[in-house]
């Protein structure tokens, strides 16, 4: 494995010249764009780490899956796909368009922006203080990494250009998506999306939806119906616009972010975290996807 790795990630460093560091948010871009690294756990215990695997970035859109879990956990399943569909776009993921003309009055997944927006909007507690510990403390579960933290410098740097995001939010509090306040909830999910992991962070998430929601203790957390939702969400929206060529080419439920980061779960079998900040026009991260594609060919990964 060790030896697959290291040629796959050296043949995929390439394409990350091809790529770009986002930096529509201030401070991403003082990612490295040649950065690329993965780790890859599976059920038997075992654990492959390569390149710059030990690197820390911000979570970004991984976010979004994991604060699903948490609204689910909240509020059960039918009150988040009432206010949240399960359809993909083929838009870009901070489009707006079908906000107001799809026919259903609300974002069309949780994976997208607005959608992402709307679902943190529906963790619970009294303040967007408790409301964001509530959800740092899930992120800590899950990976099972207790010093996780958010960036202040991303964060604050997104609550202040975030004007789209900002825009989505309201537009879904006039159309009754989100109850709560808006400022709170747009906090809620800035911060979020600015928590700092690594690869290893990641496939453990991966890890936790391989097992259908439980901890490597054997603790179940969410449902199987839960799991499969997230699961299922990161199939068909998890890379965007991209995600039918993904699924084509990949087979494996992924779920990107304009960190450089992608989560990816291989149910009952392994999770990988990978962070490559070079990103291809789609937001997702070009050697990242290089190498899902070519781990996928290789070790028959794909789950069709
Ligand atoms: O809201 C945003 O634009 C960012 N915080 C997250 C977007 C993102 O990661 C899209 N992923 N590829």
Do not use: W
């Amino acid at each position: 494995m060790e030896k697959i790795l290291d040629r796959i990630v050296k043949k995929n460093k390439i394409k990350t010249k091809f790529g770009n560091v986002a930096n529509y948010i201030p401070g991403l871009d003082k990612a490295g764009k040649e950065d690329l690294g993965i780790c890859l756990l599976d059920m038997d215990g075992n654990r492959y780490v390569h390149g710059d695997y030990n690197k820390k970035f911000t979570i970004q859109s991984v976010s979004k899956p994991i604060a699903l879990m948490l609204a689910m956990l909240d509020n059960g399943v039918d009150y988040v796909f009432s206010k949240v569909g399960t359809e993909p776009t083929g838009d870009a993921f901070n489009s707006m368009i079908r906000l107001e003309t799809a026919i259903i009055k609300k974002p069309y997944n949780p994976m997208i922006n607005a959608g992402a927006i709307a679902v943190s909007s529906m963790i619970k507690g009294k303040d967007k203080e408790e409301k964001f510990k509530r959800l740092l403390d899930f992120f800590k579960m899950v990976t099972e990494n207790d010093t996780l933290e958010y960036n202040e410098e991303i964060y604050s740097g997104e609550n202040r250009t975030g004007n789209k995001n900002r825009a989505m939010a309201y537009f879904m509090k006039d159309q009754g998506v989100i109850e709560s306040s808006v400022e709170d909830s747009l906090d809620v999910y800035f911060k979020q999306c600015s928590i700092e992991v690594t690869t290893v962070d990641l496939a453990m998430v991966g890890m936790f939806l391989a097992r259908n929601g439980r901890l490597s203790t054997g603790e179940k957390i969410i449902s199987d119906y839960q799991a499969k939702a997230v699961k299922s969400l990161m199939m068909t929206c998890g890379m965007y616009d991209g995600s039918g060529e993904f699924a084509l080419k990949v087979g494996i439920p992924s779920k990107s972010g304009v960190g450089g980061g992608i989560m990816s779960v291989l149910p009952n079998k392994m999770g990988i975290g990978i962070y490559g900040p070079a990103l291809d026009k789609k937001g997702n991260s070009i050697g990242g996807d290089g190498i899902l594609e070519d781990l996928s060919k290789e070790l028959d990964l794909s789950i069709f």
